[in-house]
Nanobody
Framework: QVQLVESGGGLVQAGGSLRLSCAAS????????MGWYRQAPGKQRELVAT???????NYKDSVRGRFTISRDSAKNTVYLQMNSLKPEDTAVYYC???????????????WGQGTQVTVSS
């Protein structure tokens, strides 16, 4: 079994900061891309940021310059540093990882359970 467990969400005032963490555990051979997505009430899940195995990053336009994604490959963990938070950043944040459980299988995408981020005005 593979699990992705997020932590670090919470309530913060506009302009504040939060750091999300997501650790993958279980039988893992390799992890390629990891990422963060979010879903606000009544809206579709959207990409926030991704990071490749070579640490190439990609950001949603509205978070670029405020959010920073990073990873610790030795710990199978991805982080999202969120600064200058805005009320429109309020959502449930999900991490995902594209990984191979063994050398004999293809990559599969796994998701965490989500962590709530609420930004008050």
């Amino acid at each position: 079994q593979v699990q992705l467990v997020e932590s670090g969400g919470g309530l913060v005032q506009a302009g504040g900061s939060l750091r999300l963490s997501c650790a993958a555990s279980g039988r893992i051979f390799s992890i390629s891309a990891m990422g963060w997505y979010r879903q606000a009430p009544g809206k579709q899940r959207e990409l926030v940021a991704t990071i490749s195995s070579s640490s190439r990053t990609n950001y949603k336009d509205s978070v670029r310059g405020r959010f920073t994604i990073s990873r610790d490959s030795a710990k199978n963990t991805v982080y999202l540093q969120m600064n200058s938070l805005k009320p429109e950043d309020t959502a449930v944040y999900y991490c995902n990882a594209e990984l191979r459980r063994t050398i004999a299988v293809v990559s599969t995408t796994y998701w965490g359970q989500g962590t709530q981020v609420t930004v008050s005005s």
